[in-house]
């Protein structure tokens, strides 16, 4: 009986490591009108300037805090001279 208390006791410490593995490796970005894209972004403190510098830094679970109104027209020129993005996924944007 001890062996299988041990046991579960040990799979369940494992599944929580895992976890919190798992979450610690999701970010937040910040990007702000005031920002740089000079900032790393990883805080309020240091945001982003531009939607596609958030982009280029991000990765899977990700989330990109958008604090305050940004101005598009700071968004580099692609080389078709537009000023497209593309956002592809389930539930990309969320708005607070």
Excluded: W
């Amino acid at each position: 009986m001890k062996k299988k208390t041990t046991l579960r006791k040990n799979v369940i410490a494992c599944a929580f490591c895992f976890i919190a593995c798992v979450s610690a490796q999701a970010k937040d970005i910040y990007l702000s009108p005031s920002g740089s894209d000079k900032n790393d972004g990883l805080s309020t403190s240091s945001p982003l300037a531009t939607i596609s510098r958030a982009f280029t830094i991000s990765e899977d679970n990700d989330v990109i805090h958008v604090l305050g109104i940004i101005d598009m027209t700071k968004e580099p020129k692609s080389s078709i001279g537009s000023n497209d993005l593309l956002m592809a996924g389930t539930n990309v944007l969320t708005v607070d």
